[in-house]
């Protein structure tokens, strides 16, 4: 059993659920990274064909809501995530999910 310390303040706990395939976690973190955003923790799991994805995400420089939300949107809709979540931080919670390619929030 694995658990993630608290999250850090002026920090979004972002959640995603998703086929366990190579380069899934390269193709995630590589959204928040194109967005200027840092992954300041993260832990991955994985059972069979479907991995768990925890990541706590700096958001210090990053008090827009929207432009969280379009990352968001951006890692769901890749292919092979089956759905997001932001469970703590500013943004709100959020869950999102890709209903054959058409992004349902």
Known sequence: ETSLPDRPENAVRFVCVNQNLPG??????????????????QINHSR????????????????????FKE????????EGVLSSRIIFGKAGQGYAKNLMGEYFV
């Open 24 to 41: 899934m976690l390269a193709h995630i973190t590589e959204a928040f990274a194109k967005a200027n955003l840092n992954i300041l923790q």
């Open 48 to 67: 069979g064909e479907i991995a768990y994805n925890v990541m706590d995400v700096d958001i210090t420089d990053h008090d827009d809501v929207l432009s």
């Open 71 to 78: 990352v968001q949107e951006v890692i769901t809709m890749q």
